[in-house]
């Protein structure tokens, strides 16, 4: 398995555009998370998905973040309009059958805002 | 959302040495995990440790959870510098799948 494949590994783009990261989870696995990572504020849960539901959206910082996954095997993030502050390393990350046998993550995207 | 607290933030030793890192809490966890994240990765998940007073051993890594399910440590004997990265626990929350990362601990081991 290639584990978790997420896309672009960097992407630089202006304030106001639209940024969408996209991510692949392992085959198999049930749940998905996307995780935002900064110096400041460690790894930040922003929402997951249990069988393409979104379960718990708490952590996404306003209306202009947005998920979708809507197949097994894909999940989109996207920020419009992307500000300066979005800045960070996101992550996906999927688990088999919750936190059974822990969370793989992908290699990230680090996004800058400029 | 259940807060974990990791110390220290950074640490810094030579090879050979050993080290202590904690993650601390109020709360009661169901499980907790530790990872180690390098540059330009996501983080790796070392073990999972699931009861009070658990130990567990990954070769030169002892892991132990508290008794009362709110704090664990992670013990390295005779650093290496293949050791250096950032450490990560994280817990699960009694009230469902999401894990809680702590901060983390980034160490470095010297040559």
């Known amino acids: 398995d290639a584990g978790v494949i997420q896309s672009p590994r960097h992407e630089v783009t202006e304030m106001g555009q639209e940024v969408t990261l996209r991510c692949k989870p392992i085959?198999?696995?049930?749940?998905l998370f996307w995780y935002r990572q900064t110096m400041m504020r460690g790894l930040e849960l922003l929402i997951y998905?249990?069988?393409?539901?979104?379960?718990?959206d708490s952590g996404m910082p306003e209306d202009r973040f947005s998920a979708k996954m809507p197949n097994a095997s894909f999940s989109t993030l996207k920020i419009q309009p992307s500000e300066p502050r979005d800045s960070a390393v996101y992550f996906c990350?999927?688990?088999?059958?919750?936190?059974?046998?822990?969370?793989?993550f992908g290699s990230g995207t680090r996004l800058t805002v400029v | 959302t259940q807060l974990l607290e990791q110390s220290p933030q950074f640490l810094s030793i030579q090879e050979g040495e050993n080290l202590t890192v904690y993650c601390n809490s109020s709360?009661?966890?169901?499980?907790l995990q530790w990872y180690r994240q390098e540059p330009g990765e996501g983080p790796v998940l070392l073990v999972t440790?699931?009861?009070?007073?658990e130990v567990k051993k990954l070769k030169r890594l002892t892991f132990q959870f508290g008794d009362a399910r709110k704090d664990s440590s992670l013990h390295i004997t005779a650093a290496q510098p293949g050791d250096t990265g950032l450490y990560l626990c994280?817990?699960?929350?009694?009230?469902?799948?999401?894990?809680?990362f702590g901060e983390g601990t980034q160490l470095t081991v010297n040559p």
């Open positions: 709360s009661v966890f169901s499980s």
């Open positions: 998905f249990n069988n393409n539901v979104p379960i718990d």
């Open positions: 440790v699931v009861t009070g007073g």
């Open positions: 990350a999927s688990s088999l059958r919750g936190n059974v046998y822990g969370y793989t």
């Open positions: 085959s198999g696995h049930d749940y």
């Open positions: 994280a817990g699960e929350e009694t009230s469902g799948s999401r894990l809680t």
